[in-house]
């Protein structure tokens, strides 16, 4: 794990997480960018060669008028169209879960970089199991704010499915933090379970098995 990178403002918790991962110098893809709050952290903490990759043409316009290198795209059609090993780290931050084939995704983005770094939110935390047992309906918890209609989360998963299909596409997992809404690690001890069960949302550094 990489040194801590500093709270600076409102960053989101996901991405100060990510960004001890990522290495200075390096070359990052952003997959679903957003408004480029990521690539502007680890261009100021890290110092990296950022890209940027964002389904939205408005906030690809606000990417670009900050001067960030970022250029409209669809994480389920265009990733192919990248070379092999093109990056350092191919990052999806919160975005795995909605897309349409997050297998050929996941797939792709060990391919484009040295190093994935996926960021998703844990539908085996507590609260949604609760939700689910009590309730007999699909949560809807701070984590996972949108009724099940109004959401585009295709494919939720824990972290022990993600697990699983990390397993399943011949990669390994270099580092994984499992947190809760203000990043706080949960638990502190690398215990899947654990994580499963106390972690809102997750972030994975993977490689591929050699």
């Known amino acids: ?18 960004a001890e991962m990522v290495a200075p110098g390096s070359r990052v893809l952003d997959v679903g960018c957003g408004d480029g709050a990521l690539l502007k952290l680890l261009a100021e903490t890290k110092g990296v060669d950022g890209r940027g990759v964002e389904l939205s043409r408005e906030k690809v ?5 900050s001067g960030l290198s970022v250029i409209q795209g669809d994480a389920d059609r265009d990733l192919a169209d990248y070379p092999d090993q093109a990056f350092d780290y191919a990052v999806l931050s919160l975005t795995i879960q909605a897309t349409r084939d997050p ?18 939110p844990n539908f085996g935390h507590w609260r949604v199991r609760a939700a689910l047992l009590l309730t007999g309906r699909m949560p809807v918890t ?3 704010p949108e009724p099940w209609y109004a959401t585009a989360d295709a494919h939720l998963c824990t972290i022990k499915d993600f697990v699983d299909l990390v397993s399943l596409v011949d990669a390994e997992v270099e580092a994984a933090v499992a947190f809760n809404s203000k990043g706080q690690r949960r638990p502190s001890k690398n215990s899947l379970s654990l994580q499963n069960l ?12 050699t």
């Open 1 to 18: 794990m990489q040194k801590a990178v500093p709270f600076t403002g409102e960053q989101r918790a996901d991405h100060l997480l990510s």
């Open 61 to 65: 316009n606000m990417c670009v008028k």
């Open 103 to 120: 297998k050929t995704v996941l797939e792709n983005l060990l391919r484009i970089g040295r190093f994935a770094i996926v960021s998703f």
């Open 142 to 144: 701070p984590n996972l």
């Open 198 to 209: 106390l972690g809102e949302k997750a972030v994975f550094k993977l490689k591929r098995r």
